[in-house]
T-cell receptor, first 111, second 115 residues
Framework: AQSVTQPDIHITVSEGASLELRCNYS??????LFWYVQSPGQGLQLLLKYFSGDTLVQGIKGFEAEFKRSQSSFNLRKPSVHWSDAAEYFC?????????FGAGTILRVKS | GAVVSQHPSRVICKSGTSVKIECRSL??????MFWYRQFPKQSLMLMATSNEGSKATYEQGVEKDKFLINHASLTLSTLTVTSAHPEDSSFYICSASGGGAGELFFGEGSRLTVL
């Protein structure tokens, strides 16, 4: 069965510092991988996705993620975090037409 | 990107009443829509998959008689929480497929509070 693991429940970074959110997945076939961001009380916004091709994917708001098949990982990165990036981030793997989500990582940004 | 709209964004109801939540794809035809439920500080759990013109497919443990899903057109799916109880209070999010291969677009979510 498909599963997604986000090992960090909370992460706190200083504004301007770099960020990496970890995501590991389990899926038998070539995965479709996604990162979403959710602000409090809001729906989900797609940051980026990987379907195939270049394993380094660029997304919105300066985010990028790298697909590493050998590690079954799809970590999200940002070189310099802004206070407005504070939110909850979900990694997801596409299984057919469905998405299986990780538990989420709450990002706090300190000034 | 494609737009999915949910309505209402917040609803408060009395225990025992029924509540309907609408999910609309505004600029594309959604052959498949999904309903998720999100408990506080938890991830999204898929409740059911609805395909236009056919019965919804419910995930294990989801009561289909309690959570009625209708997908009567390519742009509208509805979730009706029947005889709501306080434990049904949650954040319900829909998503729609049809805007691109393997891609889903999410609504803004609907927060249900049952008193």
């Amino acid at each position: 069965a498909q599963s997604v693991t986000q090992p960090d429940i909370h992460i706190t970074v200083s504004e301007g510092a770099s960020l990496e959110l970890r995501c590991n997945y389990s899926y038998g076939a070539t995965p479709y991988l996604f990162w979403y961001v959710q602000s409090p009380g809001q729906g989900l916004q797609l940051l980026l996705k990987y379907f195939s091709g270049d394993t380094l994917v660029q997304g919105i708001k300066g985010f990028e993620a790298e697909f590493k098949r050998s590690q079954s990982s799809f970590n999200l990165r940002k070189p310099s975090v802004h206070w407005s990036d504070a939110a909850e981030y979900f990694c997801a793997v596409g299984a057919g037409n469905k998405l299986v989500f990780g538990a989420g990582t709450i990002l706090r940004v300190k000034s | 990107g494609a737009v999915v709209s949910q309505h209402p964004s917040r609803v408060i109801c009395k225990s025992g009443t029924s509540v309907k939540i609408e999910c609309r794809s505004l600029d594309f035809q959604a052959t498949t829509m999904f309903w998720y439920r999100q408990f506080p500080k938890q991830s999204l759990m898929l409740m059911a998959t609805s395909n236009e013109g056919s019965k919804a497919t419910y995930e294990q443990g989801v009561e289909k008689d309690k959570f009625l899903i209708n997908h009567a057109s390519l742009t509208l799916s509805t979730l009706t929480v029947t005889s709501a109880h306080p434990e049904d209070s949650s954040f319900y999010i829909c998503s729609a497929s049809g805007g691109g291969a393997g891609e889903l677009f999410f609504g803004e979510g609907s927060r249900l509070t049952v008193l």
